[in-house]
């Protein structure tokens, strides 16, 4: 085994030829010699070995090479050593740069050579040989370089200086030129008590360093009275009795360093969210797009209105955003009024599952199916508790295959990916400054209330959050996110650039699900009613295949009403899913009458009916005013006619009092229909009649024969002689 200047050899066994660590400092091929110094405390004298001796105990594994460390105060540049340490290396150096820097090399490990050349050095210079060996030893220890020779200050402060108290360290205190009592001595039990006070400040039981020194002070030195008076005062030990403030913030700070000091001040949570160390990034160990999503749920800071009345405020809607990990692609989204809960996860995360080309049509935003071609499922979900700690979800983990992942409380920091999403749709849309936002600043008493200016209904606000999603997806540049093998094909560090190089490459780590399954674990899933006249869902009415063949209508007609399951996508109202007897999914479209609810998503318009349905109090007053009206003048009506039945002459039988009926009928509708007003344009126009006529019929007019008159309508109408 070959060795070299500088090795540091270390003995295995008893057959080495060394007996601790040392290193080699010079070899003489010739005279085969290799000198060694120990490096063990003190430093001593170097001393010689064959270097044929040292080779072959290293090859038979009496003796090893080590690796020493470099101390930590050598490992220094040389433009960052100030004047004053060159200065101080370089005059060391010098001292003995003549000895190993000398007429041939090694010459002062030569038998003889060394004694003779330090006595000379040492007359030359005027200084002891003592020093001379010292710097030399130190030298050839640490590697034989000039830093060598650099001032060690690593162990400086560490060790407890041990003072007599009759002679204490540092200037006396004065106060105008007065001498005052110095601060106690520390001794251990001190700074215990110290460690014990401080604490209260490094925990962040108390907001200000004094505060905990006035605690410890209290409670470890002073002197408690006696009397069991609880207002009694507490008096201090005398200043030579006590430690300083400055001692006690020197002590509490080497018991408590910076991190473990804002750790316990800002709390746990807090810290671990905004100050933990960075051992990595979200992407670490994911196999590629469509391997991990993050979901997560945000209120948007603006209020809306009803998609039927811009007058009726439905409050913030909650937007719910699902991210690929890997490409930071926003691969599902939900806007809407439910949750944050598993009810609002569960469409977003529909939504993330299923093509968005129809999604987008129906909120009035036309795109080609590759411009958002995301409609994969996922082999992981990362959320919040709230929402996926819920026992619906686990139909994500059983049914459809899916790993959840709850993010503990309070860590955001574990879903990055979608909360970074939230403030750059925020910035892009300006949310804030929409009709009806909340205010981006503070609002000024006496300021309009700004939900008195919501405008936009549900409908329109998704529109915007679509068309943000859609620039987020092509414009946020991320370069951090592109791969060795993206930069190779020129690829945009953008979502949209890496999801599509992804479907190119085949690389999309998708979970491939049947429809019916996904219908089955993500759609909302509610009661429906079979009755004579369609599927009742939410007040609106569907048919289908299933109910018609059936007859279920009918049935329902004869039988009574009766539930069904049935699925329903909240972002419309147009169709609704029924199972079979096959348990195969069956599409349920709207009747004729109802189609007009197409269009709306199906809690607005389950908010409309409920609204149509309520009365409001000015109504009720009306009609109870009208009822009462009706009340009075039937009750005056009855009155009236009961004080003229009085003034009559009675009949004195019952018999005489029914009998006559159908003639009394004849009469009274003569009565009826002599008195009746006859319409404009029914009338007999007299200057289109013959004179004949007019006179033949003038006494009947004037004897007020009824019957006769409409018998004379009825002639003169036109086609009556045919």
């Not at 007429?103 to 490990?109: E, K, L, V, W």
């Not at 977003?348 to 129906?362: D, Q, R, T, V």
């Not at 329903?568 to 195969?584: E, F, L, R, V």
């Not at 159908?662 to 007299?686: F, I, Q």
Request: glycine share 6%; net charge positive.
């Amino acid at each position: 085994m070959k060795v070299r200047v500088n090795d540091v050899l270390e003995p295995v066994t008893e057959n080495s030829p060394i007996h601790g660590m040392v290193r080699v400092l010079f070899l003489d091929i010739e005279n085969d010699v290799a000198s060694l110094i120990g490096l063990q405390d003190p430093l001593r004298s170097p001393f010689d070995l064959t270097i044929d001796e040292l080779s072959k105990s290293i090859s038979e594994g009496d003796t090893k090479h080590v690796v020493v460390q470099t101390p930590e105060y050598m490992l220094v540049l040389e433009e960052d050593l100030t004047d004053k340490q060159k200065s101080d290396r370089d005059y060391k150096w010098n001292v003995i740069a003549p000895l190993i820097e000398s007429h041939y090399p090694g010459q002062i490990f030569y038998p003889g050579q060394m004694g003779r050349m330090i006595s000379e050095r040492a007359a030359e210079l005027g200084v002891t040989l003592k020093q001379i060996y010292r710097l030399l030893y130190r030298f050839w220890a640490n590697g034989q370089i000039k830093n060598a020779f650099l001032k060690n200050y690593a162990n400086t402060g560490k060790s407890v200086r041990n003072y007599d108290p009759s002679k204490p360290p540092g200037r006396k205190p004065k106060y105008q030129g007065v001498d005052v009592d110095r601060c106690k001595f520390l001794d251990a039990a001190d700074i215990k008590c110290i460690q014990i006070g401080y604490a209260l400040y490094a925990d962040g039981d108390v907001s200000k360093k004094t505060s905990a020194y006035n605690k410890m002070l209290s409670k470890f030195y002073s002197v408690k009275s006696t009397s069991k008076n609880p207002e009694a005062e507490i008096k201090l030990l005398p200043t030579s009795q006590m430690p300083s403030a400055r001692q006690f913030i020197y002590w509490g700070e080497k018991a408590f360093d910076a991190i473990q000091r804002e750790r316990g001040r800002m709390g746990e949570r807090k810290w671990i969210k905004d100050r933990r160390p960075l051992s990595g990034t979200v992407r670490d160990g994911l196999r590629g797009p469509g391997h991990q999503f993050e979901i997560d749920a945000t209120i948007a800071d603006i209020y809306l209105t009803n998609s039927y009345s811009r007058h009726m405020l439905i409050g913030r809607p909650v937007v719910y955003v699902v991210i690929d990990s890997f490409s930071g692609m926003i691969v599902g989204l939900y806007v809407g009024l439910e949750g944050p809960s598993w009810n609002g996860a569960r469409q977003a995360l529909f939504n993330a599952f299923s093509s968005k080309a129809e999604y987008c049509a129906l909120h009035g935003v036309t795109l080609a199916a590759e411009e958002w071609d995301c409609n994969h499922l996922p082999h992981q979900i990362y959320a919040d508790r709230g929402e996926m700690i819920a026992a619906a979800s686990d139909g994500l983990a059983k049914g459809l295959k899916i790993e959840i992942g709850n993010a503990p409380p309070y860590r955001p920091d574990w879903k990055s990916v979608v909360e970074s999403s939230f403030r750059v749709l925020n910035n892009i849309t300006e949310i804030r400054w929409l009709p009806g936002g909340v205010a981006a600043r503070d609002k000024e008493r006496g300021e309009r209330d700004y939900r008195l200016d919501a405008t936009l209904n549900l409908r329109e606000f998704t529109k915007i959050i679509i068309k943000a999603v859609l620039h987020y997806n092509k414009f946020n540049w991320q370069p951090d996110r592109l791969t060795k093998e993206m930069v190779d094909d020129n690829i945009d560090p953008t979502p949209a650039s890496i999801w599509k190089w992804a479907l190119e490459k085949g690389v999309i780590d998708s979970n491939n699900k049947p429809d019916d399954l996904i219908y089955l674990n993500l759609l909302p899933r509610d009661k429906a009613t079979v009755r004579k006249n369609g599927i009742v869902f939410r007040g609106m009415y569907y048919t289908c295949d299933i109910a018609t063949a059936n007859n279920w209508f009918a049935k329902s007609r004869s039988s009574g009403v009766w539930a069904v399951d049935c699925w329903y996508d909240p972002n419309s109202s147009a169709h609704i899913w029924i199972q079979g007897d096959n348990k195969k999914f069956e599409r349920c479209t709207l009747r004729l009458a109802d189609v007009k609810y197409a269009e709306y998503r199906s809690d607005e318009i389950f908010d409309v009916l409920e609204a149509t349905r309520q009365v409001s109090p000015s109504h009720k007053r009306a009609e109870l005013e009208s009822l009462i009206s009706l009340q009075q003048t039937t009750e005056n009506t009855i009155s009236t006619a009961m004080a003229e039945k009085k003034e009559e002459l009675a009949p004195t039988t019952k018999s005489e009092k029914i009998k006559n009926i159908r003639k009394n009928r004849a009469d009274e509708r003569e009565l009826l229909r002599e008195k009746a007003t006859v319409p404009d344009g029914v009338r007999v126009d007299e200057s289109a009649q013959p004179a004949q006529i007019l006179k033949k019929n003038k006494d009947s007019y004037a004897g007020g024969r009824s019957s006769q008159v409409i018998d004379m309508l009825k002639r003169l109408r036109p086609g009556a002689d045919k």
